[in-house]
């Protein structure tokens, strides 16, 4: 049957873009973006508190975020920087899930602290299986592009018609693809189709005009999703916009709300930021949380790849759900510990057994990765010592050859109960700790950017420099950037930027 040509009467016309603009400081007058950045996490006591529980995070979109904002010689948002979507947004040498019964492999290892010999660094490597084209299932997307007034840019809906173009030539003979567009109002531009003439001549149509009525469109575009669903197979809601919100429901949390209400439906979100200035990057990103998806920020073309084409099958495809991780530290052999980034995904201890808890999930060939700095027993540590015997904790006995103890829970798709994977972490690695290397050298070194970029006051005198010279030189693309990036901030000395 031949698929469904655009409707005239629902189709909008093209239009030229606004030249690009200079886009003014983050806290001043004339730049409203909106971020919900938390403050770097505190020292733990291993005595006080001795297992630390956080869910995955699998999004990229404050690293691409953050180099728009060092690219563009602009002052780097404090609040816009989350050190694990920094580490997350790079690949490393994980090894690949030996069965797809257990969808992803786990890795630990150790290394000393190139900002502070007193610690070691712990990694809790994460890696889902991958899947090409042939082995994915049919696609069920609908594209919920913003085409309001505030996406007339250069770097707004431009980036997003060629960005869902490149989505759409990944399309496989059984996925399906309609569009709604909305601004004051919502249109369904093109009803589900496979053909990718079609869905390019629909995008082409697209111009900005108006406001944004992103919460009444969201209802619509999951009202379309059900009517349309495969079931087994992906069902998703791929939002475009800027984030800027201003007619019906528009404040985050009636936004969130509204998406938790939906996300059990087995429909997921994803959502792709975009342009600077007015960018809402806070509703971005907890609204994809909440729909158990992810959200990425594209700043350019080669971005729209690797996301939408390089990684296609970790953006659509979920291969485990409410992923959580729980580390119980060893306190013979630990003083003191902080998990780097990851504030904003803390939880709490009792949530780890608890399945109504909803936390992040991984699709395939996802991979996060987690890092621990910690204080061996017997180091002095960050903490001082407690004045009074009764506040110290007692000596711990040498209870075996553990340093910690990692446990993960994951719901595979269509359960509702979890399972379980336990690894201990051998105590002989931090006794035989060296120098980072390799593919935890680099970790280190983007670990440091982002908390350097955060203000972290546990780097001590520890500089963009020193973090250049930590980054192994790499034939990457991106891996190059990323020591680009880091001489850009070096040769500015960006200042944090953070509203009053």
């Given at each position: 049957m ?47 508190q ?68 007193g ?23 609908v594209f ?5 007034g ?12 060629k960005?869902?173009s ?13 569009i ?15 053909n ?9 149509c ?6 944004t ?12 999703a ?10 998703r ?17 009636a ?9 059990d ?11 600077a ?45 409410d ?69 110290r ?13 990692v ?15 336990e ?10 700790a ?28 520890f ?31 960006p ?6």
């Amino acid at each position: 049957m031949a698929a469904p040509a655009i409707m005239p009467s629902q189709a909008m016309r093209s239009t030229g873009t606004a030249a690009a603009r200079a886009t003014p400081e983050y806290g001043s007058r004339e730049n409203t973006e909106r971020y919900d950045g938390k403050a770097v996490a505190s020292i733990l006591s291993v005595a006080d508190q001795p297992v630390s529980t956080f869910s995955v995070d699998v999004d990229t979109g404050a690293y691409a975020n953050v180099r728009r904002m060092l690219t563009q010689g602009l002052n780097v948002a404090e609040d816009a920087v989350r050190t694990e979507e920094m580490i997350n947004y790079f690949r490393y040498d994980y090894p690949r899930p030996a069965d797809r019964a257990v969808p992803f492999s786990v890795t630990t290892d150790v290394s000393t602290t190139p900002w502070n010999p007193g610690t070691r660094l712990m990694r809790i490597g994460l890696r889902g299986y991958d899947v090409d084209a042939r082995g994915r299932p049919p696609a069920n997307l609908v594209f919920l592009v913003d085409v309001s007034g505030s996406m007339d840019e250069d770097d707004k809906l431009p980036l997003v018609k060629k960005s869902l173009s490149m989505l759409a030539d990944r399309l496989g003979p059984k996925d399906r693809v309609s569009i709604i567009a909305y601004s004051g109002m919502v249109q369904t531009v093109l009803e589900p189709t496979n053909n990718t003439n079609y869905i390019r001549q629909a995008l082409d149509c697209l111009y900005a005009e108006g406001s944004t009525a992103g919460g009444t469109a969201m209802k619509s575009a999951y009202a379309l999703a059900r009517a349309n669903y495969i079931e087994g197979g992906i069902n998703r809601i791929v939002m475009a916009t800027d984030g800027d919100f201003n007619v019906g429901v528009s404040d985050n949390k009636a936004l969130i709300d509204m998406v938790k209400r939906e996300r059990d439906s087995g429909i997921t979100l994803t959502t792709l930021g975009f342009g600077a200035g007015n960018y809402n990057e806070a509703m971005m990103e907890q609204v994809a949380d909440a729909g158990n998806g992810n959200y990425a920020y594209i700043d350019s073309a080669m971005e729209a790849q690797k996301v939408l084409e390089d990684e296609l099958s970790a953006t659509l495809l979920t291969i485990a759900k409410d992923v959580k991780v729980q580390v119980e530290f060893n306190p013979a052999q630990v003083k003191q510990y902080r998990l780097i980034g990851y504030e904003n995904r803390a939880l709490a201890e009792e949530d780890f057994t608890n399945d109504s808890v909803d936390a992040g999930d991984m699709g395939a060939g996802h991979q996060v990765t987690a890092l621990y700095e910690i204080v061996p027993a017997g180091s002095a540590g960050w903490l001082p010592e407690r004045r009074y015997e009764g506040n110290r904790p007692a000596t711990p006995a040498n209870t075996g050859g553990e340093l910690a103890f990692v446990k993960l829970r994951y719901k595979l798709p269509g359960e509702s109960a979890s399972r379980l994977i336990e690894r201990p972490v051998p105590a002989a690695l931090i006794h035989s700790a060296r120098a980072p290397q390799g593919d935890m050298a680099f970790v280190t070194a983007v670990a440091a950017f982002g908390q350097k970029l955060r203000g972290d006051k546990y780097l001590g005198g520890f500089g963009y420099r020193e973090i250049g010279a930590l980054a192994p030189a790499s034939n990457d693309y991106w891996r190059s950037e990323f020591t680009r990036l880091v001489r850009l901030a070096e040769s500015g000395q960006p200042r944090r930027a953070a509203r009053d």
